[in-house]
């Protein structure tokens, strides 16, 4: 049986983060610098190792995305979950908000009527944001399928995806879009993902940037 540790309260997340390095190093796995914090935090939200395998990288995307929060640039969920677990508070202090319009009731009339998910609908609304836009996509694959369609139609280039969507159905085909595009990202490969998971990567971008209070 496992000992009990007994750890402040003040200190559950940095002993964590502790146990999660011991883990790694146990396993031989060496994180990229620049990438290890995000990697971390998610294997922290998830108490899942497999993260530090799966989790993708573009070219110089944790400078990109920290360089679009600096600049105010919105987040954009695709649930209210998600939403619910970013830091407001600390984004707001570069001059940003996170946006969810999933639940939205206009874009559900919206989406019946033209007979499309809401999350279509929510990431046209999204582009329509007056700053740049860092997508944070924990669950529909069917938002990150809109926002390629969209690119494919020369309507819009979102600016960052992070696209963690989660499941069984169009999953791994809607992220394989991205690894493929020109645009910036953090994706993780495979089914594995969840709102709690995109959340925790803009919290470690967020974090990084001294956000935090």
């Not at 395998?53 to 360089?67: G, L, P, R």
């Not at 202090?93 to 809401?118: I, N, P, S």
């Not at 809607?174 to 919290?203: H, M, Q």
Request: aromatic fraction near 8%; charged fraction near 25%.
């Amino acid at each position: 049986m496992e000992k009990i540790e007994f750890v402040l309260p003040s200190e559950i997340e940095k002993r964590s983060f502790q146990i999660i390095e011991k883990e790694l190093t146990e396993r031989g796995i060496v994180l990229p610098e620049k990438q290890k914090m995000i990697t971390m935090r998610v294997i922290h939200a998830s108490a899942d190792f497999d993260y530090a395998e799966t989790m993708q990288y573009s070219c110089n995307a944790v400078e990109i995305a920290k360089n679009l929060i600096l600049s105010g640039a919105h987040i954009v969920t695709d649930t209210n979950m998600a939403k619910a677990g970013i830091n407001k508070k600390a984004l707001e202090k570069f001059g940003g908000q996170v946006h969810c319009f999933m639940a939205d009731e206009d874009v559900a009339e919206e989406a019946r009527l033209r007979q499309v998910t809401r999350a279509t609908v929510s990431m046209e609304r999204a582009a329509k944001l007056d700053k740049p836009v860092v997508f944070a996509l924990g669950n529909a694959p069917t938002a990150m399928i809109s926002l390629y369609e969209m690119m494919e139609k020369q309507q819009y280039v979102p600016p960052f995806v992070i696209g963690v969507p989660v499941g069984f159905v169009n999953v791994v085909a809607a992220k394989e879009l991205f690894l493929d595009s020109a645009v910036p990202y953090i994706i993780n490969k495979g089914r594995k993902g969840g709102s709690n998971i995109a959340a925790a990567i803009c919290n470690a971008l967020l974090y990084e940037l001294g956000g935090r209070s």
